[in-house]
């Protein structure tokens, strides 16, 4: 599966360093918000209070509090002691704690590690998809038993497996379609050119929704800072949870990343992130409920550049697909955030819980029309049997699975691998 996140480092070996403090910084790199400039009508009126800031006092939001390891901070400039807040090792139960190109280790020896890191994520996207591999393969086997020749019956049989798995009928069809001209062509002609050319088409799919979106963090050329990545789906799905496991994890490639928390709306949602912030020692840019959630990308956008930022993770309003005022907003949040870097948002990632199935395959034709997304988080993968849903996603909307959640644990966010899950599903 490789490394998490490689727009930086190139092809370097990077560690994920997930019990191991970052290096410590010997001065503060202040970070101030600036008082925001776009039109009266995109960002409420907020009332302003002088900070010092070595030159003289500056107006800056009053309302807007930079959080990291500890609630209570002052609300601008970046402190010594935040900082080293920051760099206190994250506790976690990870078994990925390798080294760093360049600490005494050999290439050999580093080649041997990324190795067996990969061994490890392979077993468990394995058992992630334990429950699927039930349904279809073990299906399947069953089909298979029952008869001797390839016919009409079988292929019925196999038919519905595969919609068992939430693969859905389109995207069955399709399969379906490509066995039987295998077979009509001699090139299937036992069970076991069957699967293997069901194994095929399944990892066709999935290759061809990398042509479109971001199908990788490289597209976007290391120059262009912050990478921006917009967080949006519907209540309930493991949003915030997913923010908190992919600024952990991009941190722990050696990125300064930042957390946006432009859920502005439900009450709970900026205590969530808080906690995820404080967990993972990431800043977080948050405002009172009911601010105008482009007010807070704005100022989040500001705060990443005066902090040199690699990555802004924006988190935005879980909201109904079918709620157009609320989608309207996320084509506002785009605006501000194009006018700010360039090529913003550089991924807008929907989370879609796998449990839900083709419910979640609406959510993402609906978000697709407004949203502009741009690749799928499936979380909760290990507790479905019909992860069948990543298949259906790619080959009706063209959109890469770019993450797959397989557990709870802070480093249970993997990148999702066409080749293991396929395999996953059949052995």
Known sequence: MGLFWKRKGGDQFVSLKLNEPSPRQETAKPITVVEPTVPATALPERELEPVATGSGPTPVPAEVRVEAAKPSRPPITEQPARIEAQQKAVPSRSPFATSVLGLNLSIEELQAQEAALEQEFSARFRRAVSA?????????????????????????????????????????????????????RKQINDLDALKAAIKAELLKILHQSEQRGVASETSVPQNVSPYVMMIVGVNGVGKTTTIGKLAQRIKAEGNDVLICAADTFRAA??????????????????????????????????????????????????????KSNLMAELEKMNRVAGREVEGAPHETLLVIDAVTGQNGLEQARQFLKVAGVTGIVLTKLDGTAKGGIAVAIANELNLPIRYAGIGEKVDDLVVFDPEQYVNGLFE
């Open 132 to 184: 699927t591999r039930e349904t279809l393969s073990d299906r399947l086997d069953n089909v298979f038993q029952s008869f001797k020749q390839i016919d009409d019956n079988l292929l019925d049989e196999l038919e519905e497996a595969l919609i068992a798995a939430d693969i859905g009928v389109p995207t069955t069809q399709h399969i379906l379609e490509t066995v039987r001209r295998g077979v009509a």
């Open 269 to 322: 949602a900026s205590d969530q992130l808080a906690i995820w912030a404080e967990r993972t020692g990431v800043p977080l840019i948050q405002q009172k409920q009911g601010t105008d959630p482009a007010a807070v990308l704005f100022d989040s956008l500001k705060a990443s550049k005066a902090r040199g930022s690699d990555v802004l993770i924006v988190d935005t309003a879980g909201r109904l697909h079918n």
